[in-house]
């Protein structure tokens, strides 16, 4: 008689997939107690009002919670979007859900935060603790790691996700670009910086030819919880306060420095993977003092004569 195919796992449930999310909250935007609380507490309520099937959600039942929120003052119906939002971001990129469906949700305020900013001088001392940590004879295999993955991080802009599970072989010493597959599955070109394809060659020699991935830990890739706890943990070492970086900062960073620098906010925006131009806008914004360099040098009246009083 022939052996039964093996049952498949059941789905988990709302309270474990929202502890799952918290906890990834609480690791990787170091999100506050209370702001943890406060999540739990309306996904909590958002569950109950759907009967347990909050993961599982679908538009109409979306609009449904919706329409409850219908009385409470805007500021409440924003934060509980934002966590649903946030919820099924997540569910989706987890694999958890195949599809996102927090557009359905109502968003009361279009305002959106500018993000966290890191100075030349702050990536500086980054990168001079991992040079300190390098100096040494024989430095550790974590330390050139560590290295890889800041270099990547701040010279390419990846996303945390895309870092953590790149192929081993995905970076050539001889190409100064890699093709990845980003969000919605769209491919685009990142580029490189001899640094980090210097800092990648000599962590890949520490890698197992067999392994899968560039970073890897166990039989998966680094987490991205992991990855957060190492930047986080060279931030403090840089005398940089923790809860001001994250892998996110980075490439906000790699994007801010380069338009500063004189960069195309279009070509940003393709090394970026945007597929809207105003979320380059607001990731790559610029000082004032920038702006206003940029007018009284480059602008075309420049060079011609100040007529005088």
Same mark, same amino acid.
């Given at each position: 008689m022939?052996?039964?195919? $093996?049952?498949?796992?059941?789905?988990?449930?709302?309270?474990?997939?929202?502890?799952?999310?918290?906890?990834?909250?609480?690791a990787e935007a170091g999100?506050?107690?209370?702001?943890?609380?406060?999540?739990?507490?309306?996904?909590?309520?958002?569950?109950?009002?759907? !009967?347990?099937?909050?993961?599982?959600?679908?538009?109409?039942m979306?609009?449904?919670?919706? @329409? @409850?929120?219908? @009385?409470l003052a805007r500021a409440t119906v924003a934060r509980k979007s934002a966590a649903l939002r946030r919820f099924y971001a997540f569910l989706h990129e987890q694999g958890h859900r195949a599809d996102d469906p927090g557009a359905a949700?109502?968003?009361? !305020?279009?305002?959106? $935060?500018?993000?966290?900013?890191?100075?030349?001088?702050?990536v500086d001392r980054l990168f001079a603790v991992i040079a300190e940590r390098l100096a040494v004879e024989g430095p550790?295999?974590?330390?050139?790691?560590?290295?890889?993955?800041?270099?990547?991080?701040? !010279?390419s802009g990846l996303r945390a996700t895309e870092l953590v599970s790149l192929p081993r072989n995905a970076i050539a010493?001889?190409? $100064?670009?890699?093709?990845?597959?980003?969000?919605?599955?769209?491919?685009?070109? #990142? $580029?490189?910086?001899?640094?980090?394809?210097?800092? #990648?060659?000599?962590?890949?020699?520490? #890698?197992?030819?067999?392994?899968?991935?560039?970073?890897?830990? !166990?039989?998966?890739?680094l987490t991205r919880i992991r990855l957060y706890q190492l930047v986080r943990e060279i931030a403090g070492q840089a005398g940089i306060p923790p809860d001001r970086v994250s892998p996110h900062v980075l490439r906000h960073a790699f994007a801010t420095h380069l338009l500063a620098g004189g960069a195309d906010l279009r070509a940003l925006q393709t090394m970026l993977g945007h597929a809207d131009i105003a979320t380059t806008e607001i990731y790559t914004h610029v000082d004032a003092s920038r702006l206003v360099e940029l007018v009284t040098t480059r602008h075309p009246l420049v060079d011609l004569p100040v007529r005088q009083p």
């Open positions: 022939a052996a039964s195919a $093996p049952a498949a796992a059941a789905p988990l449930s709302d309270r474990a997939l929202i502890d799952r999310f918290l906890e990834m909250l609480a999100a506050a107690r209370n702001t943890l609380a406060a999540y739990r507490s309306d996904l909590s309520l958002a569950s109950q009002a759907l !009967g347990g099937r909050l993961s599982v959600a679908d538009v109409a979306l609009q449904t919670v919706a @329409e @409850e929120w219908r @009385e949700l109502p968003r009361p !305020g279009t305002a959106r $935060p500018l993000p966290k900013v890191l100075s030349h001088a702050d550790l295999p974590s330390d050139l790691r560590l290295s890889a993955l800041i270099e990547l991080l701040y !010279g010493p001889d190409r $100064p670009y890699l093709i990845l597959k980003g969000k919605g599955g769209k491919e685009r070109l #990142v $580029p490189l910086s001899d640094r980090a394809r210097a800092a #990648v060659a000599v962590w890949r020699g520490h #890698v197992a030819a067999d392994q899968a991935f560039l970073f890897p830990s !166990g039989k998966r890739h």
